[in-house]
């Protein structure tokens, strides 16, 4: 009986699951927004929506294997979609085109907002957007003229490019860090939207880690090289969620500490980005000039 209470608790039924999705979503916006964090009231509605997501969470692993399964064979009986997940190449070409659009649509945006505001800030950031743009835009031209993995030696040089101008994206990371330190710039996230963007900022990171380390394993200097880019905006990223959370939860901190907390942060971003931009353009010129010196030989 116990089991059979437990089983109902922990699966309720689902017009249970549909009044309290909303009222508890309603209640956390109310509080977050009001400021009620301390009312009495607010501990029920805490408890009703860990129990809320628990309930959603616990469905979830029921039921989501089974619907990722299907998906996953309907992706690959379709011919695109199975191109998309086999063809590595195709993939990179795919998202390089995707994020470029991204990147078009921020610096745009943020252009703009600098020149109606006057903001400096928006500047420095579209500047950011801007250079990986102009990256983005390069490796995607590349692999409209020549594709991916069938030009070694012209890939190594497209690759050496991007490299050289990714170390300008300090330029950009260095202006922001300075505004978020001397002119207390940065990003705000209120309420809910700061656990949204901190769980999506730590999925980029993960997933940027694991796709370098996957594409560097292929060898192509081009795929390699968009993976360096998307690695370098997460590490951007993590910086960006840092001062939203600082100005979220640190306000009994010093003004000091959070400028150490920042300039540390930005300090070690910047020494990856540069080291990793360094690293790409040394191991393609020596590889260049091993095809240099091996095409001078024979002829």
Not at 18 to 33: K, Q, R, S, W, Y
Not at 115 to 144: D, E, G
Not at 228 to 243: C, H, K, R
Request: hydrophobic share 50%.
């Amino acid at each position: 009986m116990k089991r059979v209470n437990a089983i109902k608790f922990l699966y309720p039924p689902v017009w249970v699951m549909t009044l309290l999705t909303p009222l508890c979503t309603a209640g956390l916006v109310l509080i977050f927004l009001f400021g009620y964090e301390e009312h009495p009231l607010s501990c029920t509605v805490y408890a009703l929506s860990f129990y809320t997501l628990g309930v959603i969470v616990l469905r979830c692993v029921r039921i989501v294997p089974a619907h990722y399964k299907s998906a996953k064979e309907k992706v690959y009986s379709n011919p695109l979609g199975n191109r998309f997940m086999t063809d590595m190449p195709f993939r990179t070409h795919v998202t390089l085109y995707s994020s470029l659009i991204v990147n078009l649509f921020y610096a745009a945006v943020n252009a703009v907002s600098g020149v109606l505001h006057k903001s400096v800030w928006f500047s420095v950031l579209a500047l950011y957007y801007t250079i990986l743009a102009v990256m983005r835009f390069l490796l995607v031209r590349f692999a409209n003229r020549f594709g991916i993995g069938r030009n070694r030696f012209k890939e190594l040089r497209r690759s050496k490019l991007c490299g050289f101008i990714l170390l300008t994206v300090n330029l950009s990371l260095s202006g922001a860090v300075l505004m978020m330190v001397y002119r207390n710039k940065g990003f705000e996230y209120h309420g809910m939207m700061i656990y949204v963007m901190a769980a999506y900022t730590f999925y980029i990171t993960v997933l940027s880690v694991i796709n370098l380390m996957k594409y560097r394993k292929l060898g192509s200097p081009v795929m390699t090289m968009a993976k360096i880019i998307n690695m370098a905006a997460a590490l951007v990223s993590m910086l960006s969620l840092q001062t939203a959370m600082l100005s979220e939860f640190g306000a009994g901190m010093s003004r000091a500490d959070k400028r150490f907390m920042i300039i540390m942060t930005g300090a070690g971003v910047s020494v990856i980005i540069v080291t990793m931009a360094v690293y790409r353009i040394v191991k393609n010129s020596i590889e260049i000039q091993k095809i240099m010196k091996g095409i001078r030989n024979g002829k």
